[in-house]
C-alpha cells in the first residue's frame, strides 16, 4: 500500500517541524510549502530534509505562499494530499497591529485559498483539512475555562483574521460535507520557539544573563497570564484530529495557566539566580536578590493596544473522545528551553550562528557565513534602539563577535 501523503503549510515554523518529524516517523510522505527568502529559512526542519536526489525521499519541500491562489492550486494538485495541515500564518500578535492587511491576507483567505483549492480540484472526498485556530479567538474570555463553545471575542487582527479562518473552515465542513476540523490552540512553546514570543526571549535572555553576554532583559506585561504546553505534544493532537472519523473542532490545552511575571522567575531560578520584582506598573523591576542588580525592566513598547489578559483552556473533550492530553509542565517546558539555549550559547559559534538550536553537523564556512548574517540582524535592531545607539556595535563585535550586544531588546 502506498504511503498517505500529507501537505503542511508552515512547515518550517515551531509547529510545522514537529508535526513533519511525527508524520515521517509514522510513515507519511511529507510535503511541506515554504516560503521563498533571500536566506535560509528552513534551520528547524534541517535534520529531516532530504535532497531530491536521494531514492525514495519522504520529505519534499515545494516553494509557496497561502497569499498567492494560483500557486496553492497547483501545489494541492500536484500532491493530491490525503491530509492538509494549514499552519501558515503571520502568527505574532502584536506585529499584526503594524501588519493588519497582510495578516488578514496570510492568516484569514490563506485558509479559504486551500479550502478552495481541494473543492476546485474535486478532492473534498479524499482530503481531509486542519486549521490551526487559536485561543486568541478568546480574546477578551467571556468564561472561564475556556471551552469549544465558549463565545469568541478576538482583540487584535491576526485574532480577528484567524476567526474568519475558523468559521470559514467550519462553513465548508457543512456545506461541502468537507473533513476538516479546527484545533483551537492555547499557548505552545518549545526549545524551537520563534524568539519574539514571550517565553523564548526570556529563556535566551536569561540564558544570555546567566552566561555574561547581556545584563538586562525588557519585558511588557507581566501580568499577563498564559496556558503554556508543549509544542511537540499539540502536533500530535492535530493528527489525531484528522484520524477521526467524524471531523470536529478540539480544544488543545493544558489547564493550567501561568503569568509572564512567574515564568521570567522560575527561568531565573533555573539558571540559579534568585529574582525578586519590585515597584508598580511601567516602573516594576526584577531584581536579583543576591547583587541587588536590576535584571528585568518594562518597556512599554512592549504594551499591546488591545490585550488579551488571561487564556485558560479546558481540553476535556480532547481528552474524552481522542484520548489527547498535555503531558508536560510549564516548570519543565522552560527548564528544557533554558537548557537548549544555554546549551546553544556556551558554544559562542553556535549561539551566534543558529537561530533555533545548536548548530549540529553546520560546516566551518556555513557557520562563519551564518555567523556574519547573524550580526547583521542585531545591528539593524540596535541602530533602531534610542538608548544604546551610543554604544555602537563595535564594542560588542570586539567582544561577542557580534553575536550579541548588551542590554538585549528582543521583541
Ligand atoms: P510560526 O513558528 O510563526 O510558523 C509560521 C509558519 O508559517 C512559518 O513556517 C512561516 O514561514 C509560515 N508562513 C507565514 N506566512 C506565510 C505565507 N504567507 N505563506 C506560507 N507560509 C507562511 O508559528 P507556529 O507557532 O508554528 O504556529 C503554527 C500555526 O499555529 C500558526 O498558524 C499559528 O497561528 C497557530 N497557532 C500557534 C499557537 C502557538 O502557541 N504556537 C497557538 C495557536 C495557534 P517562515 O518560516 O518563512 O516565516
Ligand atoms: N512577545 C512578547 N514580548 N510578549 C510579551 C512581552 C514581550 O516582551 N512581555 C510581555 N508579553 C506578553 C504579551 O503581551 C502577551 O500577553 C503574552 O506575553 C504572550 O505573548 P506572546 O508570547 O507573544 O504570545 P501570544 O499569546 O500573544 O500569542 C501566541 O499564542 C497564541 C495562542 O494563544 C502566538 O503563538 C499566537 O500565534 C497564538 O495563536
Redo the contacts with the bound molecule.
Keep these: 500500500m502506498s504511503a498517505k501523503r500529507a501537505l503542511i503549510?508552515?512547515?518550517?515554523?515551531?509547529?510545522?517541524s514537529y508535526l513533519a518529524r511525527l508524520l515521517l516517523k509514522k510513515g507519511y510522505e511529507v510535503h511541506g510549502?515554504?516560503?521563498r527568502?533571500s536566506s535560509f529559512?528552513t534551520g528547524r526542519i534541517e535534520d529531516i530534509y532530504e535532497d531530491p536526489h536521494d531514492p525514495d525521499p519522504q520529505m519534499h519541500l515545494h516553494f509557496?505562499?497561502?497569499?498567492d491562489a494560483t500557486n496553492i492550486i497547483r501545489v494541492v494538485q500536484e500532491v493530491q494530499p490525503h491530509e492538509v495541515y494549514n499552519?501558515?500564518?503571520?502568527?505574532h500578535v502584536q506585529v499584526s497591529f503594524e501588519t493588519p492587511e497582510y495578516t488578514a491576507n496570510?492568516d484569514a483567505l490563506?485558509a479559504l485559498r486551500l479550502l478552495e483549492a481541494v473543492r476546485i480540484l474535486k478532492l473534498e472526498g479524499h482530503t481531509r483539512f486542519f486549521q490551526?485556530s487559536?485561543?486568541e479567538m478568546f480574546g477578551m474570555v467571556q468564561e472561564t475555562p475556556q471551552t469549544e463553545t465558549t463565545p469568541f471575542y478576538p482583540r487584535s487582527p491576526y485574532a480577528v483574521a484567524?476567526l474568519y479562518a475558523h468559521w470559514i473552515t467550519v462553513n465548508y465542513r457543512e456545506a461541502y460535507n468537507m473533513h476538516a476540523a479546527c484545533g483551537i490552540?492555547f499557548?505552545?512553546e518549545s526549545p524551537v520557539r520563534?524568539e519574539t514570543f514571550v517565553t523564548r526571549k526570556i529563556t535566551r535572555g536569561v540564558a544570555a544573563i546567566a552566561l555574561g553576554l547581556a545584563d538586562r532583559l525588557y519585558l511588557g506585561n507581566l501580568d499577563a497570564q498564559r496556558d503554556w504546553g508543549h509544542?511537540k505534544e499539540y502536533a500530535r493532537g492535530m493528527w489525531m484530529m484528522l484520524q477521526q472519523d467524524v471531523p470536529q473542532d478540539f480544544v488543545l490545552a493544558t489547564g493550567q495557566v501561568t503569568s509572564v511575571r512567574d515564568f521570567t522567575r522560575y527561568v531565573f531560578e533555573d539558571a540559579g539566580i534568585e529574582i525578586e520584582f519590585r515597584g508598580e506598573g511601567e516602573d516594576e523591576k526584577g531584581y536579583c536578590t543576591k547583587t541587588g542588580k536590576c535584571l528585568v525592566e518594562i518597556d512599554p513598547r512592549y504594551f499591546r493596544p488591545t490585550e488579551v489578559d488571561f487564556l485558560l483552556g479546558d481540553a476535556s473533550k480532547a481528552k474524552a473522545e481522542l484520548g489527547w492530553e498535555a503531558e508536560t509542565p510549564v516548570r519543565e517546558l522552560a527548564r528544557e528551553m533554558l537548557e537548549a539555549d544555554m546549551a546553544s550559547m556556551k558554544d559562542g559559534a553556535s549561539w551566534r550562528t543558529t537561530r533555533s538550536r545548536g548548530s549540529a553537523s553546520m560546516s566551518p564556512a556555513m557557520a562563519e557565513w551564518l555567523a556574519r548574517r547573524w550580526c547583521a540582524g542585531w545591528e539593524t535592531r540596535i541602530v533602531k534602539s534610542s538608548r544604546h545607539r551610543a554604544r555602537s556595535t563595535c564594542a560588542n563585535r570586539r567582544r561577542f563577535g557580534g553575536g550579541f550586544r548588551k542590554n538585549a531588546r528582543m521583541r
Design positions: 503549510t508552515g512547515v518550517t515554523g515551531q509547529d510545522g510549502v515554504k516560503r527568502s529559512n509557496g505562499d497561502v497569499t499552519l501558515a500564518a503571520q502568527s496570510a490563506g490551526a487559536t485561543s484567524k490552540m499557548n505552545h520563534g509544542a
